[in-house]
């Protein structure tokens, strides 16, 4: 059983340039959250998609914005990109109801240069 | 608002020893889960127990325990008989449950070292 997978990896892109990262849930699971996690700090919340809609939001400009597709699978666009955008952006995926934990993917490591 | 605050901004440890991270947080919400987390250099984060606000007993998973003082809103994971494969970042996290909402707050973490 594949846990929740992350593409790419890594990923350098140019100041105002546009990124979409790619993230498919561990099977069974309905609801995808997205976390950026600056360097020495504990991740934060970007938002997260059930039902291919965004239903909570964290502090982040709309350059963040993202989609959920009907296979549960999600992706995370960010536009004019600026250079404290560098981070690793995470993953995480878990049912809809109940008090069962998230399983994040291994993250995406964005440079901004 | 919900805030997480992990104070031990790095422990050392031998191995074969036990050791305590802590974590300590607030929330207004009646019911609420505590998660901790491992992230090794590899980056992904890796579940290691959960303690619901309304759970009696501690939680335990193998060799990890979660110490729940519910009044003293703290939250301390340990671990007994460390392993080298232990050295890693530790993160204490939280949401509210009986929401739709599972947006999780952490901690800015703790890095354990361990040593032989």
């Known amino acids: 059983d594949a846990g929740v997978t992350q593409s790419p990896t890594h990923l350098i892109k140019t100041r105002g340039q546009q990124v979409t990262l790619r993230c498919s849930p561990k099977?069974?699971?309905?609801?995808v959250s997205w976390y950026q996690q600056a360097l020495g700090q504990g991740p934060q919340f970007i938002f997260q998609?059930?039902?291919?809609?965004?239903?909570q939001r964290g502090n982040f400009p709309d350059r963040f914005s993202g989609h959920q597709f009907p296979n549960y699978s999600s992706e995370l666009n960010v536009n004019a990109l600026l250079l404290g955008d560098s981070a690793l952006y995470l993953c995480?995926?878990?049912?809809?109801?109940?008090?069962?934990?998230?399983?994040f993917g291994q993250g995406t490591r964005l440079t901004v240069v | 608002a919900q805030k997480i605050t992990q104070t031990q901004p790095g422990m050392f440890v031998q191995e074969k020893e036990a050791v305590t991270l802590d974590c300590t947080y607030d929330?207004?919400?009646?019911?609420?889960?505590l998660f901790w987390y491992k992230q090794p250099s590899s980056g992904e984060m890796i579940f290691l127990i959960y303690?619901?606000?309304?759970?009696?007993q501690n939680a335990t998973e193998g060799r990890y325990s979660l110490n729940f003082q519910k009044a003293r809103k703290s939250a301390n994971l340990v671990i007994s008989a460390s392993q080298l494969g232990d050295s890693a970042m530790y993160f204490c996290?939280?949401?509210?449950?009986?929401?739709?909402?599972?947006?999780?707050?952490f901690g800015t973490g703790t890095r354990l070292l361990v040593s032989p």
């Open positions: 995480a995926s878990s049912y809809s109801t109940g008090t069962t934990e998230a399983f």
């Open positions: 099977s069974g699971h309905d609801t």
């Open positions: 998609y059930y039902e291919e809609e965004e239903r």
């Open positions: 929330t207004s919400d009646q019911s609420y889960g």
């Open positions: 303690q619901g606000s309304y759970d009696e």
């Open positions: 996290a939280m949401r509210p449950l009986n929401t739709g909402f599972q947006k999780l707050v």
